[in-house]
């Protein structure tokens, strides 16, 4: 059985960092493209960063480019979300998905709430 588990998330200050994680099981985590989004209260679900199967070709939302990278481990079957500079409007519940042609799969997200 697929599945994804978020964590990392919790309370930090503006300008702060967090580091979220999003172990795999249950599929061949390698073969998938993974990726990270949130959801604000009131708003839409957005596509945060995405990561091809082998780790290259990083995409990022113009609003956390240069503040956020993603990475993955094949090895740990971990893909990584490093947030610095955070923001009070990067305020949300972070998800992660993989997927793979019509397969797809989400977590049950990490609440990150950026704020004095």
């Known amino acids: 059985q697929a599945r994804l588990v978020e964590s990392g998330g919790g309370l930090v200050q503006p300008g702060g960092s967090l580091r979220l994680s999003c172990a795999a099981s249950?599929?061949?985590?390698?073969?998938?493209?993974m990726s990270w989004y949130r959801q604000a209260p009131g708003k839409e679900r957005e596509l945060v960063a995405d990561?091809?199967?082998?780790?290259?070709?990083?995409n990022y939302a113009d609003s956390v480019k240069d503040r956020f990278t993603i990475s993955r481990d094949n090895a740990k079957n971990t893909v990584y979300l490093q947030m610095n500079s955070l923001k009070p409007e990067d305020t949300a519940v972070y998800y992660c998905?993989?997927?793979?042609?019509?397969?797809?799969?989400w977590g049950q997200g990490t609440q990150v709430t950026v704020s004095s």
């Open positions: 990561i091809n199967s082998s780790g290259g070709n990083p």
């Open positions: 249950g599929f061949t985590f390698s073969m998938y493209v």
């Open positions: 998905k993989s997927v793979l042609g019509s397969l797809n799969y």
